[in-house]
């Protein structure tokens, strides 16, 4: 079954606001990826994070990677319309094979 | 090419109909996914492939749905006897093993 878990699972903000989605995973990953699908889009590669307590920033999303390696979130400061989508977090899971196993997705929708 | 390619981007099919979706991966991925996505869902995992080991079909939803990978390159998604339900659009990925995927555009497919 599932073990890469995300919540919320839906999001709506005004614009200007800050939002974040948080993904857990039953086992410790050696990774999480993050994913970002616009409407009408597939998924395209965000960041990768490795380490244990990781943080990476890209512009305002700021990406975390839990102690224990079996947590991240993705918060997003002053979103803007741009911002519109849904985000996945995916990590290497062994489910029979190891596979990239992603969440069920937060969906972002934004108020101008 | 560039990235991952997908054919044909759209197909209608009547009920009943077997139809066949391609993925073209990246040169070099060893791993390919497909995945099915209805509208406003998350991802939802159908096969996997990963160089020469035998697929993970754990997420195929019935013997109705099956898929080839020739020369550990191309593939193909077959869904014979299409049923409503079917209709969904189908994501192909490539990675190199359980690093980032690249996504295809998708296939949609409507059957009526």
């Known amino acids: 079954g599932q073990q890469v878990m995300q919540i919320p699972q839906y999001q709506h903000v005004q614009e200007g606001e800050d939002f974040t989605t948080y993904c857990n995973s039953s086992t410790t990953l050696s990774n999480i990826q993050w994913y970002k699908q616009r409407p009408g889009g597939h998924p395209v590669f965000l960041i990768q994070l490795v380490k244990s307590g990781e943080v990476k920033k890209q512009k305002r999303l700021t990406f975390q990677f839990g102690e224990a390696k079996k947590n991240s979130s993705l918060h997003i400061t002053a979103t803007q319309t741009t911002d519109v989508g849904t985000y996945f977090c995916?990590?290497?899971?062994?489910?029979?094979?190891?596979?990239?196993?992603f969440g069920q997705g937060t969906r972002l929708t934004i108020n101008p | 090419g560039a990235g991952v390619s997908q054919s044909p981007s759209n197909k209608v099919t009547e009920k009943g109909k077997d139809v066949e979706l391609r993925c073209d991966p990246i040169?070099?991925?060893?791993?390919l996914y497909w995945y099915r996505q209805s509208l406003g869902q998350g991802l939802e995992f159908l096969i996997y492939?990963?160089?020469?080991?035998?697929?993970?079909k754990s997420g195929l939803p019935s013997d109705r749905f099956s898929a080839e990978r020739t020369g550990g390159s191309v593939s193909t998604l077959t869904i014979q006897r299409t049923q409503q339900e079917d209709s969904a659009v189908y994501l192909c990925?490539?990675?190199?093993?359980?690093?980032?995927?690249?996504f295809g555009p998708g296939t949609r497919l409507t059957v009526l």
């Open positions: 990925a490539s990675s190199l093993g359980q690093r980032d995927a690249y």
């Open positions: 995916a990590g290497p899971i062994i489910q029979g094979a190891q596979k990239l196993v």
């Open positions: 040169s070099g991925h060893t791993a």
């Open positions: 492939f990963q160089g020469n080991s035998a697929p993970d």
